[in-house]
């Protein structure tokens, strides 16, 4: 079976967290590659969102040295409100188009994110496009906790659901922090990779001059 991970959000901007944890995901998973989906137009735009293409060429120089790593523009090209189910079903029928039927789609989240899918009208048909992969926020021992808890959960809406949970060291970069720091004018060098960084700093996405 071909394995393919899958992180989405908006990566406003992508950060060292997001590419360690695709590193976990390719080291425990055995994921053939990490696609890296920035929204394009999501439902539920946050202030300060950078543009679409920008925060594409962000990531894309994330992914630069890493050849399992990919950026994809599959919601930066699609036109209107850019929704993760549709998404998933676009990457899934790609892979049938392209004569590739045994393939499991590893969507990875983070634990906060849990009670929002536990709640979503289409869960069942979320669940049935995939595996979802948990990224623990606060702590990296909580595994078997975290699935003893999400995985009735999950289950009970569809009773094959697959729930992996990562063992990824607590981390609290987020990408709030990122921009919170560019503003004050304070250096993010390591918290993000270093071409993010030069480009953020010569474009001056995030920075005070760009209220």
Known sequence: MKEIGIMGGAFNPIHSRHLLVGQCALDQL?????????????????DGLLDKEARFELVQLACS???????????????????????LKQIKADYL??????VRL??????????????????????????????PRQTSDSDQALLKQWLPVFQAVLPTAELAILAAPANEVSSTLIRDW??????????????????????GHYQKKQV
């Open 182 to 203: 560019l503003k004050q004018g304070k250096s993010v060098r390591y918290l993000v990779h270093d071409k993010v960084n030069a480009r953020m700093l010569a474009a």
């Open 97 to 102: 188009a392209a004569g590739v039927t045994d």
């Open 65 to 87: 040295d890493n050849e399992l790593f990919e950026a994809s523009r599959i919601e930066i090209d699609r036109p209107g409100i850019t929704w993760t189910i549709d998404t």
């Open 106 to 135: 590893n969507f990875i989240i983070g634990e906060d994110n849990l009670p929002v899918l536990a709640k979503y009208a289409r869960a069942a048909e979320f669940l049935a496009l995939c595996r979802v992969v948990v990224s």
């Open 30 to 46: 055995g994921v053939s590659k990490v696609l890296f989906v920035p929204s394009g137009d999501p439902p539920h735009k946050k």
